[in-house]
């Protein structure tokens, strides 16, 4: 793979958490009636929002110690494959707090 190639890999894979919330918010409506409307549904609605960044911020520390001791490929892979997984079981849920839970993995 050159360079160029791997850097272009890896630019895009980096903009995929700030995707997901672009790809909510306008959802977020639908999303606080759909889960009856009230104070707990709007609260659970943001929070599912605002959770994946929270957790990005919390686990870079852990990402870069794994990355350290493993290396990168691995890391990488393991992690679009939990991306995957956590982001599309979201549309099988039941309830806001396991959406919100989805998201946070």
Do not use: C, E, H, N
């Amino acid at each position: 793979m050159t360079r160029r190639l791997q850097l272009s890999v890896l630019l895009t894979i980096s903009t995929l958490p700030v995707m997901t919330g672009a790809v909510l918010s306008p959802a977020l409506p639908a999303l606080k009636s759909a889960f009856g409307g009230g104070a707990g549904a709007q609260t659970w609605a943001r929070w599912a929002l605002t959770t994946p960044a929270l957790f990005v911020a919390v686990g870079a520390p852990l990402a870069g110690f794994v990355i350290d001791r493993t290396g990168r490929r691995p890391v990488l892979l393991a992690s679009l494959v939990l991306f995957g997984a956590s982001g599309s079981v979201g549309g099988l849920l039941g309830s806001l707090p396991a959406i919100t839970a989805s998201r946070a993995a």
